[in-house]
């Protein structure tokens, strides 16, 4: 593949971000972003005239633009995922610490960045759905319902009292919590519904398959999670797609798939789940990645809201392309018009090559867009070193947000967003040449979640400062307010 390259350099982004008392150290602590020298492997840029209004991080917003959150007093917090609502609160959601188990935790936030401490527990709304179990709990998914109650899903522990296998198994959790923050108790059990797909097991001496979800939707009569499980055959150690469905009231919807569930195999190797979207006509649209004749590759899967795979899209309702040599992961889906704008990372065939931030397109019928960016994908590698986008958002222009994490350096991973044009170009007005890498405070810090403001004049991402056992302190959440 012809790539043209570009070399960037800025000095003196404007990111700065406050550390808390309970905070630990890390590089930059307390200080502002990096500066980047990079590589940038996309054909075009896009040249802004003089009086375009300038985008970047709002001022206004937290301390620069961005905003320590930590979510409870020493111990960790991370930011998985953001939402919006229509009364104008931002709505982050991932996991609370305690000791060495976890809860899934959504924290409401005003225009500013500053915690509305009318919800939940001074501003923070948990429940520890398993408790006494490890790290497997965690919020990757949240949803604002038009009546203003809250939805969270992920995956939980299947049994924190169980030992052996039984202790490493996993199952899905979805909780709604109504406007003040308190467990909704006509969802569900007591405001918690727990998914159980299938029993996990070893897959070799060191991995362990269980459930697990990432995206979700929320729609007038359903909540429907997007995950996976280990398949059903016992001489098999991979994972399957799944799709399964609730009714408002947190019960099986059986008019769902089959009995609530759909199941798809893509390749007979693992699939990995990652985005999932409703469109304006009902249907859905599912995004992760497989492994498909020894290259990994996204998948997107269309489905009606009854849970039927689209035989019009892609084949039989599954679409997927080889993008790049050896690995194109997607970690979401967007719609731009009718098509789908997708982020994620890769690199070429040789493994020893560090990944790159990637972004592509599929049409809707699903297949691979090749007019967009540079034969059919915008990359974005800043230093030689891994670069990853976590998330995507398509902006009321057209125009594409991807939020992530770049690294300068080895030793750094920092949060990082990229602004494109509609057909992949890097956005000049954002940022350094259309990227903006932003030092959260720790050595592994990355921007995870990503939702338009109700007024849809800005953008708020999410996502964590993340410590190591060298820089001590606490992983924290963290959000972000961009201005478009």
Request: glycine fraction near 14%.
């Amino acid at each position: 593949m012809r790539l043209h390259r570009l070399v960037v350099q800025a000095t003196g982004i404007a990111a700065a971000s406050v550390l808390v008392a309970c905070a630990g150290g890390g590089s930059d602590a307390g200080g502002t972003s990096a500066t980047a020298v990079g590589t940038s492997k996309a054909a075009t840029t896009a040249t802004a005239s003089p009086q375009a209004r300038a985008v970047g991080l709002d001022s206004a917003f937290g301390t620069n633009g961005v905003a320590q959150v930590p979510l409870a007093a020493n111990a960790h917090s991370r930011f998985m995922a953001v939402a919006t609502g229509s009364d104008g609160k931002t709505y982050g959601a991932g996991f609370v610490a305690s000791g060495t188990d976890q809860a899934l935790a959504v924290a409401r936030f005003d225009a500013k960045g500053a915690l509305d401490k009318t919800f939940g527990t001074e501003g923070v709304a948990q429940v520890n759905v398993a408790i006494g179990g490890k790290a497997a709990e965690i919020a990757r998914a949240v949803a604002v319902q038009a009546d203003g109650k809250v939805v969270v899903a992920g995956p939980v522990e299947h049994d924190p009292t169980g030992s052996g296998d039984a202790a490493r198994d996993t199952d899905v959790a979805v909780a709604r919590f109504d406007a003040t923050g308190k467990l909704d108790a006509g969802f569900g059990r007591g405001g918690v519904a727990v998914l159980d797909f299938g029993t996990g097991r070893p897959t070799s001496a060191t991995a362990f398959g269980g459930d697990t979800s990432w995206g979700m939707a929320v729609t007038a009569d359903r909540v429907i999670v997007f995950g996976s499980k280990l398949n059903d055959a016992p001489d098999r150690t991979d994972t399957d797609f799944v799709l399964a469905a609730l009714t408002p009231a947190g019960q099986p919807d059986t008019g769902f798939g089959s009995n609530g569930r759909l199941v798809v195999d893509v390749s007979n190797a693992s699939d990995n789940p990652r985005g999932l979207l409703t469109q304006p006509d009902g249907k859905l649209v599912a995004s992760g990645y497989s492994s498909i004749s020894g290259v990994v590759q996204p998948v997107l899967i269309r489905i009606d809201g009854k849970g039927v795979l689209d035989a019009s899209f892609g084949k039989d309702g599954v679409a997927t392309a080889k993008i790049l040599d050896g690995v194109t992961e997607a970690y979401n889906v967007q719609l731009q018009g009718t098509d789908y704008v997708l982020a994620g990372y890769g690199r070429g065939a040789d493994t020893a090559e560090k990944v790159d931030l990637v972004v592509y397109r599929f049409k809707a019928n699903g297949t691979h867009d090749t007019s967009f960016g540079t034969n059919g994908v915008t990359r974005l590698d800043i230093a030689k070193e891994d670069d990853r986008a976590r998330n995507v958002l398509v902006l009321p222009d057209g125009g594409i947000l991807a939020v992530g994490s770049g690294k300068k350096d080895a030793a750094n991973i920092d949060g990082m967003m990229v602004m494109l044009t509609k057909d992949g170009a890097f956005n000049e007005r954002f940022g350094t040449k259309g990227y903006l890498i932003s030092d959260l405070g720790g050595p592994a810090d990355a921007w995870y979640g990503v939702a338009l403001s109700s007024d849809k004049s800005a953008v708020i991402v999410a996502g964590y400062k993340g410590t190591d056992a060298a820089s001590g302190g606490f992983d924290s959440a963290v959000l972000a307010r961009v201005t478009i």
